[in-house]
C-alpha cells in the first residue's frame, strides 16, 4: 500500500470536484485556510466516535439531520434555532420509545458542496455549470455566479464557525435543559397531531423531572440534565477545502479532519481507488458511506476494510439508501457480506435519497409515505438478520416548507410551489420530521433486537 499523505488523494480520480479557473486564487485561499483555528477538537471528535461505538453494541441510536444543502441566503440564527430544536424533541420521542441514548449529529455547520446528477444545467438555450454548493458557485442562473469561485470558502468557514458557535451555546447554555422542553415546540406545528403526542410526553417528562427532584435529583445535581452534546457533520466531497482543514492532534500525532466531527463518502464518490476513500483512510473521524443500489456489498467490505483497518467500533457508519422498494433486494446481501466479514458499523437509514422525484408540478421532492415505507422496510429487514437498525440519516429543517409532499398536512404537489426553499434536494419539515420520529418509536417498540438490548442493558 502506498503511503497516505494529507494529499495523497490528488494521485487518485476524483469526481465531483470542480475546477476552478483560477488555480493560483485557490491555492492563496486554501493556504490561508490551513492557518485558520480548527472548527472542532480532535477530543471531541473522538467522544463522539465512543458514543457511535455504543451504537454498534446497540446501547444507543444514531439521529443524523440537517439540510441537504446549507446556503448563504438562508443564514439567519433562527433557522439554527429551529433545526436544533426539532433534532431534540425527535431524539425526547426516540430516547423516550427506545429508552436508548441519542447520538445527536446535525448536517450542519459546513454541509454545502453537492454532487450533482448533471455536470451543466440548460435554460432557454444556455448551458451554464450546475449549482455545485454556495462554497463553490451561486445558485443564480447567470455565467458569473456559476463560475467556481474559490472566495466562496472564507464566507462557507466564516458560516460555519458562527453556526458551531450558536449551536454550542444552546448545546451547554440552558436551552437544551430537559426542563425546557416546553419551548422546543415550533409555533406552526403546535395544532398538528404531533405536537399533540409531543405535549404527552412533555408533561410524562414533566412528572419524572418533579419526582427526581424531590428525591434531590435535578440539573444542578447533574449536569447532563441540562446539557446536550451536538455533533458536526457534512459529505467530505470537496478535498481540497477538507485537505485544508486537516490537522495533526498534538497529543496524539494523528490525523482528524477539523471542518466537522463526523464526514461522509456519497454514494457517487465511494471509488474504492478514487480519492474520496484514499483521503478517509488517513483521518480519524468517524466516516460514513453512502450505499445506494449501485453499491456491490464485496466492495463496501474492501472499503470498510481499508478506511477501518482495525475494525474499531464507532469508526464507520454504513448509510444505506436504496429507495423504499429496492431495500429487500439490496440490504439482506450487504447486511450478510458485512457480517461474514465481522466487522464492526453502524447501520443506519436514509430513507430520503433513494426516494426522490418529480412532482406533477415540475418540483423534485418525495413523497412522505416513501421515506416512511424506506424506514419501515429498513427496519424489518435488520429484524431478521439480527441485525440493530441503530440510525436515522434525513434531510430536514426547522422551517415550516412545502418540499416533500405529505405527512400529516397532507402537503400537495400543487402546495409545493407554497414554501419550497431548498438550494438542492426537498428537505422533511419539522411536523413531517416529528411525525417520523414517531413513526420509529412505534417501529423500534415492536422491534425485538431493542427489547433485548433494553433487557441486556437492564441486567
Ligand atoms: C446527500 O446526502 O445529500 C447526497 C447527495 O446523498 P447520496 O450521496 O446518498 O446521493
Ligand atoms: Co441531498
Known amino acids: 500500500m502506498k503511503k497516505w499523505k494529507i494529499n495523497s488523494w490528488k494521485n487518485y480520480p476524483v469526481k465531483h470536484i470542480p475546477e476552478y479557473p483560477d488555480k493560483k486564487e485557490l491555492d492563496k485561499v486554501l493556504e490561508k485556510l490551513k492557518s485558520f483555528p480548527p472548527l472542532v477538537f480532535a477530543g471531541e471528535t473522538r467522544h463522539l466516535k ?86 463553490i458557485n451561486g445558485i443564480e442562473f447567470n455565467e458569473r455566479s456559476r463560475v467556481p469561485d474559490p472566495k466562496r470558502l472564507f464566507k462557507a468557514y466564516s458560516q460555519a464557525a458562527s453556526t458551531l458557535n450558536l449551536i454550542r451555546a444552546f448545546s451547554h447554555g440552558g436551552f437544551a435543559d430537559l426542563k425546557m422542553v416546553h419551548t422546543w415546540n415550533l409555533g406552526f406545528i403546535k ?14 417528562i ?53 471542518s466537522a466531527h463526523f464526514v461522509w463518502i456519497g454514494d457517487r464518490t465511494r471509488q474504492l481507488d478514487g480519492g474520496h476513500v484514499e483521503f478517509c483512510k488517513g483521518i480519524e ?47 439482506p446481501k450487504l447486511i450478510r457480506a458485512i457480517k461474514k466479514e465481522g466487522l464492526n458499523v453502524v447501520w443506519s437509514c436514509d430513507p430520503m435519497h433513494g426516494n426522490t422525484i418529480k412532482s406533477a408540478t415540475g418540483f423534485k421532492t418525495r413523497p412522505f409515505n416513501n421515506v416512511v415505507k424506506e424506514v419501515k422496510n429498513v ?30 398536512q397532507k402537503i400537495s404537489d400543487q402546495d409545493l410551489s407554497h414554501r419550497y426553499h431548498t438550494h438542492c434536494d426537498p428537505r422533511l419539515n419539522a411536523s413531517q420530521a416529528l411525525e417520523l420520529a414517531f413513526l420509529i418509536s412505534d417501529e423500534i417498540k415492536k422491534n425485538s433486537q431493542y427489547s433485548k438490548n433494553i433487557a441486556q442493558a437492564a441486567s
Open 50 to 135: 465512543e458514543q457511535l461505538a455504543n451504537v454498534v453494541d446497540g446501547k444507543a441510536f444514531l439521529l443524523q439531520g440537517g439540510d441537504c444543502a446549507e446556503s448563504f441566503a438562508e443564514f439567519h440564527p433562527d433557522n439554527i434555532r429551529d433545526t436544533f430544536k426539532v433534532i431534540l424533541q425527535m431524539s425526547l420521542v426516540l430516547t423516550y420509545s427506545a429508552s436508548l441514548p441519542v447520538v445527536k449529529l446535525g448536517r450542519i455547520a459546513g454541509q454545502f458542496s453537492k454532487p450533482r446528477s448533471e455536470p451543466t444545467e440548460t435554460k432557454d438555450g444556455a448551458e451554464l455549470l450546475s449549482y455545485l454548493g454556495d462554497n
Open 191 to 204: 395544532k398538528s397531531p404531533q405536537a399533540k403526542k409531543f405535549k404527552e410526553l412533555e408533561d410524562l
Open 206 to 258: 414533566a412528572d419524572a423531572l418533579a419526582f427526581m427532584d424531590a428525591c434531590g435529583i435535578n440539573s444542578d445535581f447533574n449536569r447532563r440534565l441540562k446539557t446536550v452534546n451536538f455533533w458536526t457533520s457534512h459529505e467530505a466531497l470537496l478535498l481540497p477545502f477538507e485537505e485544508s482543514m486537516t490537522r495533526v492532534d498534538s497529543t496524539t500525532g494523528e490525523f482528524h479532519d477539523t
Open 285 to 331: 473521524n468517524p466516516i460514513g458511506i453512502k450505499c445506494g443500489p449501485t453499491s456491490k456489498p464485496d466492495e463496501i467490505v474492501k472499503i470498510c476494510n481499508v478506511i477501518n483497518t482495525k475494525n474499531e467500533k464507532g469508526k464507520i457508519t454504513l448509510i444505506s439508501r436504496f429507495g423504499h422498494d429496492n431495500v429487500g433486494k439490496f440490504l
Open 379 to 408: 427496519f424489518s429487514v435488520h429484524q431478521s438478520e439480527g441485525s440493530f437498525a441503530g440510525g436515522l440519516h434525513i434531510e430536514m429543517t426547522g422551517q415550516n416548507v412545502t418540499e416533500c409532499t405529505g405527512g400529516a
